[in-house]
């Protein structure tokens, strides 16, 4: 009897170790086996379609089309689920009048839409769409969302910081690309695989992602995220396969945030730490767009398996160990195993969520109500562009770093600062600062002095022509 105690004893030990070991261990496993599922429905039900339509006349018969498809591009939802980013290209309007004079027709009443789709594939619906701010320099516009989108479950992405963007991670680009413009239009996603060729790209004067994953027209303002559905970039544009083979650019989530952080827009990021499985994620500041990049190497663990199995090896060494030491203090006289009352200490507490430098948010000027001023250009480049205004003062101008209206840097009759708009005891006014005049309703107004602003005038410079919305 004494023996058969000595022996379930013995092996109530050896199954407490083993448990103590291995429990951990199963875990991790079961972790990284669920993380190599890739969540392709979540990422494409962040991703919508935008498109543009508009009025089309023709200038020989006079008939007239309306909502007429002009042109497709992809978005994704961020913030709060309230608005998404897109490729300024997509919604510029400057091409209007090439197509006008190559057609012979008119175009008019500009708008665009978006559509969206749950995580079952189910279109939620057709939504106007208007834009609020954008950065023609990085080729970023952030548009509106309708609160119908978020609440049919879609959400908005979080972001990798630039550090954690490695060359030859797996990549995968999402959005619409050759979307047919019939009656019957065709509205899927695409999703295509490749992997980071370079970090840190510069390509027209933004930092992109050099990636071999397919990007083509259609697919500009969509997501290009990684394995667990955190986003690296937003699509850009392609090299011509008559030049080069699998050169394709995204916009850096380095430049999208610090965006949005311009627009006062929530930023998401994936967990910040780095697991077992090999799984990388971001914290809550903005990473440095210089920050030094390590290429993968190829003596490096090539997927999350070679983890596990390490783990294991080192699992079963220290079991073995713990059952051999315990074996040989049975064996002896009046040796014991006691494992209660050892309780280890930890004084790390929140050592990791204290030590992050918290995010500094821009503070913006004075804030109005969304959309209560709006300019809408009438002639010029701008012609059927609505840009609401949301703080003030704002300014017009060829420096993309300050104004909130950009001209090209070589726009003839335009400065620098051209103008200023500004809000003061419930009044808006505008300030002309330039070398060549501004004008509101066709008169050359005094330089720096403020010159009231009402509803329906028009606001001009260097043969640009803006309608002023004021919505009381």
């Given at each position: ?23 951990p261990l199963i875990l991790l496993c079961s972790k990284c086996l669920a993380?190599?599922?890739i969540p392709i429905d979540k990422m494409k039900s962040s991703v919508g ?275 051999g030491v315990y074996i040989t203090k049975v064996k002896g006289k009046n ?138």
């Open positions: 009897m004494r023996y058969i105690k000595n022996f379930i004893k013995q092996t109530s030990y050896f199954v407490l170790f083993a448990t103590i070991l291995f429990l993380d190599e599922t379609l935008v498109v543009r339509v508009a009025d089309i006349q023709d200038r020989n018969t006079g008939e007239v089309n309306k909502n007429v498809p002009l042109g497709t591009g992809s978005c994704f939802m961020v913030g709060n689920g309230d608005c998404a980013i897109t490729n300024c290209h997509v919604i510029a309007t400057n091409d209007l009048q090439s197509i006008m004079q190559a057609y012979a027709i008119n175009i008019s009443n500009v708008q665009f839409y978006v559509i969206f789709f749950d995580s079952s594939g189910r279109q939620i619906g057709e939504f106007i769409t208007n834009v609020i701010d954008y950065n023609a320099a990085k080729d970023l516009a952030l548009i509106t969302l309708p609160a119908e989108i978020a609440n049919a479950g879609v959400e908005p992405v979080k972001f990798l910081k630039d550090s954690q963007i490695k060359v030859l991670m797996d990549v995968y680009a999402v959005g619409f690309p050759f979307t047919d413009l019939g009656k019957e239009m065709v509205k899927d996603h695409t999703v295509t695989k490749g992997v980071v060729s370079k970090v840190n790209a510069e390509a027209n004067g933004r930092y992109c992602v050099q990636t071999d994953a397919s990007i083509n027209p259609g697919n500009s303002g969509g997501a290009l995220y990684d394995k667990h559905g955190n986003l690296i970039g937003v699509n850009t544009c392609g090299v011509n396969h008559s030049i080069g083979e699998g050169i394709n650019f995204a916009v850096q989530s380095g430049e999208v945030i610090s965006f949005l952080n311009a627009n006062h827009i929530p930023v998401a990021f994936a967990d910040d730490n780095t697991d077992a499985c090999g799984n990388s994620g971001g914290n809550n500041t903005e990473d440095s767009m210089n920050s030094e990049v390590q290429p993968v190497s190829a003596n490096s663990w090539k997927s999350s398996t070679d983890g596990i199995l390490v783990v294991l090896v080192v699992a079963c060494i220290l079991l073995a160990i713990s059952v040796n014991s195993v006691s494992l209660a009352g050892h309780r280890p200490q930890s004084n790390s507490g929140n050592l990791l969520a204290n030590s992050l430098p918290r995010q500094r948010v821009p503070q913006g000027g004075v804030r109005v109500a969304d959309g209560v001023f709006t300019l809408t250009g009438v002639q010029g480049s701008f012609t059927g562009m609505n840009i609401p205004f949301h703080s003030f003062p704002a300014s017009i101008g060829r420096d993309t770093a300050v104004c909130k209206v950009q001209f090209a840097p070589n726009t003839k009759g335009v400065s620098r600062l051209h103008c200023t708009i500004s809000f003061n005891a419930g009044v808006f006014t505008v300030t002309d600062s330039s070398t060549y005049g501004t004008y509101v309703n066709g008169s050359k107004i005094a330089p720096n002095v403020p010159t009231r602003l009402s509803n329906g005038d028009k606001l001009a410079c260097a043969g640009e022509v803006f309608r002023v919305t004021i919505r009381q």
